[in-house]
């Protein structure tokens, strides 16, 4: 009986790790808008930043795909499916300066709260590493927001 709980709870931990593939995939795209459209008195500052951002994102994304796959799981790979797993929203395309960073920090809670639900999944199920992952991604998520809300000031 115990090993059905297990992999009810393995296969939610899959699905947890497929959302935040999707949502890192969907950061990337925004971080890159953000960067191309950044303008204003801001704009060498943030500009850089959002560069940073969507580097240090396509690094955790790669890695959360690669945990999925090494538990024997399937990330998402498509657009589509990105679009259909995440919890946060693509560009609209419309954001201002402030805009943009203000989303940033939102998009950064949300993913905080969810890795916080991932962390607990990991560790019903005795899988520390991506335990420690996602640790490792909030923390760094954690930082960025602080950040960004002192940037706004």
């Known amino acids: 009986m115990a090993k059905a709980s297990n992999k009810v709870n393995t296969a939610s931990l899959e699905q947890i790790l497929n959302t935040q593939v999707a949502n890192l995939n969907v950061l990337y795209v925004k971080l890159h ?51 259909e797993l995440a919890t946060i929203q693509e560009a609209t395309g419309k954001e201002d300066t402030h805009g943009m960073v203000q989303t940033l920090i939102e998009d950064f809670a949300t993913v905080v709260e969810e890795l916080a639900e991932g962390i607990e999944a990991a560790e019903q199920v005795s899988d520390q590493p991506t335990a420690d992952m996602f640790i490792k991604i909030r923390s760094d998520l954690e930082k960025h927001q602080w950040m960004l809300r002192s940037f706004l000031g």
């Open 33 to 83: 808008n953000y960067h191309w459209y950044v303008k204003g008195e801001q704009f060498f500052s943030l500009h850089v930043k959002f560069e940073e951002l969507y580097d240090e994102v396509t690094l955790k994304m790669d890695e959360v795909a690669e945990r999925l796959l090494s538990i024997k799981g399937s990330p998402a790979a498509t657009m589509k499916e990105y679009l």
